[in-house]
């Protein structure tokens, strides 16, 4: 008896070519591909070129990254650098009093 491999294939929308899933069996079905969709967020099979487009996970997290820092409101960016300022200069003033109150015994 011989037995068929079954294998991964990845199917698409036969309008659109979104991907549709991921169907095992022996053969290839209509609307499917070997060419697995990795990496890809919201793929769409190109017929042409026999290949998944899409945006890829990593530039997404890199424009993910990159909003992170341009949402820093400038506002609180100062107002957290003169408070941190203003704690130096408040630990001065105290190390100062001290040494001369230490003076003056």
């Not at 036969?14 to 990795?38: L, M, R």
């Amino acid at each position: 008896m011989h037995e068929t491999k079954e294998t991964w294939f990845f199917s698409y929308d036969s309008d659109t070519y979104e991907y549709a899933g991921a169907v095992k069996a022996a053969e290839c079905p209509d609307n499917a591909t070997d060419i697995e969709p990795t990496g890809l967020i919201g793929p769409i099979f190109n017929i042409e070129n026999e290949k998944w487009e899409g945006k890829t996970i990593a530039d997404e997290m890199a424009k993910l990254a990159k909003s992170a820092k341009m949402s820093i409101d400038p506002d609180k960016q100062m107002l957290s650098s003169m408070m941190a300022t203003m704690m130096k200069q408040e630990m001065r003033i105290q190390q100062l009093e001290a040494e001369q109150s230490g003076g003056a015994k």
